[in-house]
């Protein structure tokens, strides 16, 4: 285990932030992926790539947050995956899932589609709160992003 910028790495440059865990918190999360690589804070997965926070998943790549794919097993192909900054009330990372097939967003526990998160941030924040604020501009973007993924 190498301590880098704050996180240890394992030989597979799979990664867990120092300010969470021990490094022997690390070596053990480290043993419980199979087969990963390149991943940050996961553990027992086997066969994901790029992932992030993910436990108990299998065979994922570029996914965030998930727990037994969780977050984007519904979706019949691996989708694309767009996260913000830290925002909101939470100050946290807010996840886009996306593909030709569907979207999905996970902002805390919602876990819904966009047009339905954007009728939430809506009802939340009628207003120019800037939580408001911060949810619309990703809503954009997201809708950016779909239309280039659909081809429209």
């Not at 911060?134 to 280039?148: C, G, N, S, V, W």
Request: a negative charge; aromatic letters at 10%.
């Amino acid at each position: 285990m190498i301590l880098k910028n704050g996180r240890y790495f394992d030989e597979n440059n799979n990664n867990w932030n120092s300010q969470w865990c021990t490094e022997d918190q690390a070596k053990r999360n480290s043993e419980s992926l199979i087969n990963c690589s390149d991943c940050s804070d996961c553990h027992d997965c086997r066969g994901c790539s790029d992932c992030i926070n993910c436990r108990g998943c299998s065979y994922c790549s570029d996914c965030g947050g998930c727990s037994d794919c969780r977050d984007c097993r519904d979706f019949k192909n691996n989708p694309q995956r767009y996260v913000t900054l830290n925002i909101g009330s939470r100050n946290s990372q807010t996840y886009f899932y996306f593909n030709t097939e569907k979207n999905q967003v996970i902002c805390g526990c919602f876990n819904r589609t966009l047009d339905e998160f954007e009728k939430k941030v809506l009802s939340v924040y009628s207003g120019n709160e800037q939580h408001g604020i911060d949810y619309r501009k990703q809503i954009q973007i997201m809708r950016y992003l779909l239309e280039q993924n659909n081809g429209n």
